[in-house]
């Protein structure tokens, strides 16, 4: 028996793989880039790439996942932000003290049950480390202020357009007669 392929038998295309998800990720991610580095700007900040690079990293199309990962990854950016002023203020900012500190970090994040983190952890102890100049603590201060402001804007974008989903989806439709 020979059977013929049509549209219909064809697999669906994953939801990750279609246009529409592309959009709204993407939607998502320029909208909370765009708060988080206008609020950075206007706040006076020195590197508002740090709230942009926060807000399209922590982005995602499920707004739950992107509050779940966003709030582990704001508790990873107060963990770096200490360990890379500490460790910058005792050993200084060479990149091997660097590469040891974004060690420690994830590590540390492992053994406390906080794998989700460890990245963005890492990443501002190294940068903390790496870049404070002669103000560690300043430094570290400003990069959790900007990346929680791109965290921050990345969950409430996440949240906003999840409501107005739900009231597009809880809307009648208009045109169709009601039956009573």
């Known amino acids: 028996m020979k059977t013929s392929k049509t549209p219909a038998s064809q697999p669906a295309k994953p939801p990750s793989q279609s246009p529409a998800y592309g959009l709204q990720i993407g939607l998502r991610a320029a909208i909370a880039s765009l708060l988080a580095a206008w609020t950075a700007l206007r706040l006076g900040m020195d590197y508002p790439i740090y709230a942009v690079i926060a807000a399209i990293v922590v982005t995602d199309a499920s707004p ?3 509050r779940r990962t966003g709030l582990l990854r704001l508790v990873g950016n107060v963990i770096g932000a200490i360990l890379g002023g500490g460790i910058g203020t005792f050993l200084g900012h060479s990149p091997l003290v660097m590469a040891g500190g974004v060690l420690v970090s994830i590590v540390l994040c ?3 049950g906080l794998r989700e983190a460890a ?3 890492g990443y501002i102890t ?3 480390i790496l870049f404070h100049g002669d103000s560690p603590w300043v430094y570290a201060t400003d990069r959790f202020i900007e ?9 409430l974008v996440g949240l906003l357009m999840e409501a107005v989903m739900k009231i597009q989806i809880a809307r009648p439709k208009s045109g169709k007669a009601r039956r009573t």
Do not use: P, R
């Open 64 to 66: 739950e996942v992107t």
């Open 110 to 112: 492992e053994l406390t």
């Open 119 to 121: 990245k963005i952890t």
């Open 126 to 128: 190294g940068i903390v």
């Open 147 to 155: 990346t929680s402001l791109g965290l921050g804007f990345a969950i």
